[in-house]
């Protein structure tokens, strides 16, 4: 996403269904523009699948196809995949040298992943059921 879609997107994840004219007077303050160009990026969202709309009356009114989170982890895949040869152990060690992400915040999340495995009775990091049952 542009920055600018970006920003769209996170008025209607924000606010909920939209209408071109209530995005554009969101954006008023730090980024005044036509109507026509709100409509362009709201059309652009939708063909990429981030926005759907419906009809009222002679209005489009816009709201969300996919959660924030799940936009977020369709983004970062396409980084790992794209700068990191799909591997997310390169993307954390990069975050790791690059001092985004600290030795303690990943033993946090490895025990989160670990909890999570055990109250879903399932191996998180390979997305089987755990080995060691009966089949």
């Known amino acids: ?14 606010r909920g269904p939209c209408t071109a004219d209530d995005v554009r007077k969101a954006l008023w303050r730090k980024q005044p523009m036509k109507d026509s160009t709100v409509r362009t990026v ?3 969202l939708e063909q990429k699948g981030y926005l759907t709309h419906e009809v009222s009356g002679r209005t489009y009114v816009y709201r969300q196809r996919v959660p924030a989170r799940k936009a ?22 990069g975050m790791v040298d690059d001092r ?3 030795v303690e915040q990943l ?8 909890q999570a495995e055990a109250e879903q009775g399932e191996d998180l990091s390979s997305g089987r059921p755990p080995s060691g049952g009966s089949t």
């Open 107 to 114: 033993e946090e999340l490895a025990r989160k992943i670990i």
């Open 1 to 14: 996403m542009s920055p600018l879609e970006d920003t769209v997107t996170n008025i209607i994840w924000a």
């Open 100 to 102: 985004m992400l600290t």
């Open 42 to 44: 709201l059309h652009r």
């Open 72 to 93: 977020a982890t369709q983004a970062v895949r396409q980084i790992v995949d794209r700068f990191c040869e799909g591997s997310v152990e390169q993307l954390l060690v």
